[in-house]
């Protein structure tokens, strides 16, 4: 009988090829199906028959799983490896990598729920290893498979180098559809490989990735790029609504370029986003998407489920984008204990169109326990972007919205902290511009320490500024812009509007102490030093309509030394302020 069977193989596989023979654009050859029906570990007993039979005494085929895995790597053609068995498969050892291309579904025959736990392997197994192009894994549990003592492996699912545009989709990694805590992987999947996709658009494509005592998933090195993480829970439970933490980072993309997250629930965890290189250049970590995402909130981004550090770090990296034009594209990055975004090192990041210390609906706040947005000793990024908004219009396009923090919205920090770009954000309101008392950031605005050569506001050629490109910085619980230590100059404030902020406007800090927290008086012809040169302001401004030549008049004089070229901007503001030194609210020329 197996002779028999043997021989119609043969035959089939005789008929496809002279197929094949007219039909030449036919990449591949379907294979066979192998039905995995005993929890048992042992190999397969003879790979040249093509059946997958660990036991040749027993009658009937005795299919284990890494028998299962040995059948698919004897050929090449497209096999699957399926289940008739509802139950947890506990390999004692390391499965064979997979070396052939192969679909490995859980949910085909009676099981939906199989369940691969490491527990048995011993430290330093992974789960699945792959280095086969075109796999798929899909509606499997994938639990305890952790790492030695010298970290190796410990992964729930390695794409490893060779696996290109494979994918992962409906599995519950380091936890069970329950929810289950304690079921952890060391990490949960490692990318190695390019063109991959972990998830999909549709809730059943969703992967739970959870649990585990690292990542949940790292892409790294060169090779691993273009690869799509999109619509997985990462750090929560499958309820979406309580944390199940990733002990580091939901996701880490070390030395690798052009990968896509997107639309991803990623909270719970140390980071949710972490962008990094340590090679020491900052291009092997560039050019990655991060869009559409949840990070510190629950499934519907309304409550804290907050990612214990960051929502979202990138380190000595370059280019990424965080956020974009398009409504799709909004990251809500809430509810996180630190920092809602940190670049450190970093440079020429773009983010854009973010909601960053609010609920999904942007009126309400739901707030990073420190600053929304840190930019520490990182140059030529840019916040924004400037699409035309406007006094009573709403923040969109690349408007980031930053309110309700508990302490800055925007920190731009340390010497190397220069020539970053802030313009068309809301800072302190509402999405549609309204002063809501509980959606100020309770510090400053923008806060800038020794950074020099920063641009608040609209930046081109010359002296011309367009307003509609300002930022709205409003309502926040201390001053507007701060702008602190001797090294901070060159920073430009310009075409904002600037109102209802609990301090001044624009506060230049002295240093002495004295006047930290208010207007720093001139100097004779300004010759002091410190934050922008502590440059005096103008005095004796008048202001008249005159109705003979139709033009509004102001003038006044700057107290400083002649011929030191000197920009001064004019605004209109709805209330006096008992300081003599007013905001801005409306820029006037």
């Known amino acids: 009988d197996r002779l028999m069977r043997k021989k119609r193989s043969i035959l089939l596989v005789a008929a496809l090829i002279m197929v094949s023979v007219f039909f030449t654009t036919v990449p591949a050859v379907w294979g066979a199906t192998f039905i995995v029906n005993t929890v048992e570990d042992t190999d397969d007993a003879t790979l040249e028959d093509g059946e997958c039979d660990s036991d040749l005494n027993t009658s009937g085929l005795q299919c284990t799983l890494r028998a299962a895995i040995m059948q698919a790597n004897a050929t090449t053609n497209l096999d699957s490896i399926v289940f008739s068995i509802s139950d947890t498969?506990?390999?004692?050892?390391?499965?064979?990598t997979i070396t052939q291309t192969v679909s490995i579904d859980g949910s085909i025959g009676s099981s939906s729920n199989i369940r691969l736990d490491g527990s048995l392997a011993g430290v330093g197994t992974n789960g699945f290893v792959v280095e086969a192009p075109g796999c798929t894994i899909e509606r499997l549990t994938i639990t305890r498979f952790v790492m030695d003592a010298n970290e190796n492996h410990g992964y729930g699912i390695v794409l490893g180098y060779g696996s290109d545009n494979s994918f992962v989709q409906g599995c519950f990694i380091g936890t069970d559809a329950l929810g289950s805590a304690g079921l952890g992987n060391t990490s949960g999947i490692g990318i190695w490989s390019s063109g991959n996709v972990i998830g999909g658009s549709t809730p059943d494509q969703r992967n739970v990735i959870s649990g585990s005592t690292y990542n949940g998933i790292i892409i790294r090195e060169a090779d691993a790029f273009l690869n799509t993480v999109q619509g997985n829970y990462i750090g929560t439970?499958?309820?979406?609504?309580?944390?199940?933490?990733?002990?580091?980072?939901?996701?880490?993309?070390?030395?690798?370029?052009?990968?896509?997250?997107?639309?991803?629930?990623?909270?719970?965890?140390?980071?949710?986003v972490y962008i990094w290189t340590n090679t020491g250049f900052y291009q092997n970590s560039s050019l990655n998407q991060i869009q559409g995402n949840l990070i510190g909130t629950d499934s519907n981004g309304v409550a804290a489920i907050?990612?214990?550090?960051?929502?979202?770090?990138?380190?000595n990296a370059s280019d990424n984008t965080v956020g974009g034009t398009e409504i799709e594209a909004r990251n809500i990055i809430s509810g996180n204990t630190y920092f809602g975004i940190l670049l450190w090192e970093s440079i020429a990041n773009?983010?854009?169109?973010?909601?960053?210390?609010?609920?999904?609906?942007?009126?309400?706040?739901?707030?990073?326990?420190?600053?929304g947005m840190r930019i520490q000793e990182s140059s030529g990024n840019t916040i924004g972007g400037g699409t035309g908004i406007t006094l009573g219009g709403n923040c969109i396009g690349t408007c980031n919205l930053i309110s309700g923090n508990a302490d800055d919205g925007i920190d731009i920090r340390g010497g190397g902290a220069t020539?970053?770009?802030?313009?068309?954000?809301?800072?302190?309101?509402?999405?549609d511009g309204n002063l809501v008392p509980e959606i100020k950031n309770v510090g400053t605005g923008i806060e800038i320490t020794d950074g020099s050569t920063n641009k608040i506001g609209p930046f081109a050629p010359g002296i011309e500024i367009d307003p509609a490109n300002g930022n709205i910085i409003a309502g926040n619980g201390s001053d507007g812009v701060r702008i602190s230590g001797d090294s901070a100059t060159g920073n430009t404030v310009r075409g904002n509007a600037i109102y209802k902020n609990t301090g001044i406007g624009i506060n230049l800090v002295g240093g002495d102490g004295e006047h930290d927290n208010g207007v720093t008086p001139n100097d004779v012809y300004d010759a002091d030093?410190?934050?922008?040169?502590?440059?005096?302001?103008?005095?004796?401004?008048?202001?008249?309509?005159?109705?003979?030549?139709?033009?509004?008049?102001?003038?006044?004089?700057?107290?400083?030394?002649?011929?030191?070229?000197?920009?001064?901007?004019?605004?209109?503001?709805?209330?006096?302020?008992?300081?003599?030194?007013?905001?801005?609210?409306?820029?006037?020329?």
């Not at 498969?89 to 064979?96: K, T």
């Not at 020539?419 to 999405?431: E, K, M, R, S, Y």
């Not at 008049?553 to 002649?562: A, K, M, N, T």
């Open 306 to 315: 907050e990612n214990s550090y960051a929502g979202v770090v990138i380190e």
């Open 350 to 371: 773009n983010l854009q169109g973010n909601y960053i210390g609010t609920d999904i609906t942007g009126t309400q706040a739901l707030p990073n326990g420190w600053d």
């Open 529 to 589: 030093s410190g934050p922008n040169g502590l440059m005096n302001f103008p005095v004796g401004v008048t202001a008249f309509f005159d109705e003979t030549a139709n033009v509004s008049v102001i003038s006044g004089i700057w107290p400083g030394l002649d011929p030191e070229p000197v920009i001064v901007d004019c605004y209109a503001s709805d209330d006096v302020d008992g300081s003599g030194s007013g905001e801005g609210r409306r820029y006037l020329c």
């Open 419 to 431: 020539g970053n770009i802030v313009q068309g954000n809301f800072i302190g309101v509402t999405v």
């Open 237 to 272: 439970a499958p309820d979406g609504i309580s944390a199940l933490p990733n002990i580091v980072n939901g996701i880490s993309i070390l030395n690798s370029r052009q990968n896509t997250i997107k639309e991803n629930l990623l909270s719970g965890n140390e980071t949710g």
């Open 89 to 96: 498969i506990q390999p004692a050892s390391i499965l064979p």
